[in-house]
């Protein structure tokens, strides 16, 4: 089987790099991250961005992936759980080979004054721009994040909160993410009942009526990188044996108000 070239967007540093890779036979993305240079790869989940599916640890890359298909790369968050040791028994045993890096600069909105007194906003990449008044600069994957979730079926409503859904196996559940000082809290509206089997099964909690708070032991500052978690564990009890059985389902109503 010959190799395919991918295509990799790794955000959430505050330096964005845009990765092209070439993946043989067998290579999986805890192989892919290695080569990326990701130290902690079990603490990254590699999306197909076409489906914004998450891509479950121990997957040929080559045998699922189109040749020239775009990922992304983004960091995870934590419900909590027993930890895999898959990644560390099975590290460093495929080949990958990074054809091309490319750095994105942060992204200078500047506001100019115009001869008739009004206010417009020139967008540069340039690191000296002559400013007449403050001006904002904003890492571009943080710009970008905004229309990513809206590519994700999301919408950012009054600057706090944001609307959508998690979605698995052609499922949807509706969700909201509201923004606090320390981070988000999010919440999952009527989840399946495999989600009570899994190993973050006690993170779920009731919130109210059909409602429930996830907690996340390490959360990272991004809604994106929240629901790409939630998705993931989503898919993977899904796979889970009597995943659909309702007996939780049903006990846990009782908690319902």
Not at 208 to 223: E, I, M, N
Not at 224 to 233: A, E, N, T, W
């Amino acid at each position: 089987m010959k190799s395919k070239t991918v295509s990799v967007l790794i955000k959430g540093t505050g330096n964005p790099r845009l990765e092209d890779a070439d993946i043989g036979k067998g290579v999986t993305p805890a192989d892919l991250k290695r080569s990326l240079n990701i130290k902690e790869v079990d603490q990254w989940n590699l999306l197909r961005r076409k489906t914004n599916e998450t891509i479950p640890e121990g997957t040929d890359l080559n045998k699922l992936l189109e040749d020239h298909e775009k990922l992304s790369l983004v960091p995870a968050s934590d419900l909590g759980g027993l930890s895999s040791l898959s990644s560390f028994f099975n590290r460093g045993r495929h080949r990958v080979v990074i054809t091309r890096s490319i750095r994105l600069p942060p992204i200078r909105v500047t506001h100019l004054e115009t001869p008739d007194d009004t206010t417009k906003s020139q967008i540069t990449n340039d690191k000296q721009v002559i400013k007449k008044k403050p001006v904002m600069v904003i890492p571009a994957e943080k710009m970008g994040t905004d229309t990513e979730l809206d590519d994700m079926g999301w919408k950012k409503y009054n600057q706090t909160y944001y609307k959508g859904y998690f979605r698995c196996n052609g499922k949807s559940y509706q969700g909201t993410i509201k923004k606090k000082p320390t981070g988000y809290d999010v919440y999952i509206k009527d989840p399946p009942a495999s989600i009570f089997k899994g190993k973050s099964r006690f993170c779920f909690v009731p919130y109210k009526k059909s409602w429930y708070y996830a907690h996340f032991r390490r959360q990272f500052p991004d809604p994106v990188s929240l629901i790409s978690s939630i998705q993931k564990y989503l898919n993977e009890c899904e796979k889970l044996p009597f995943a659909n059985y309702s007996f939780i389902t049903h006990f846990r109503r009782g908690y319902r108000g």
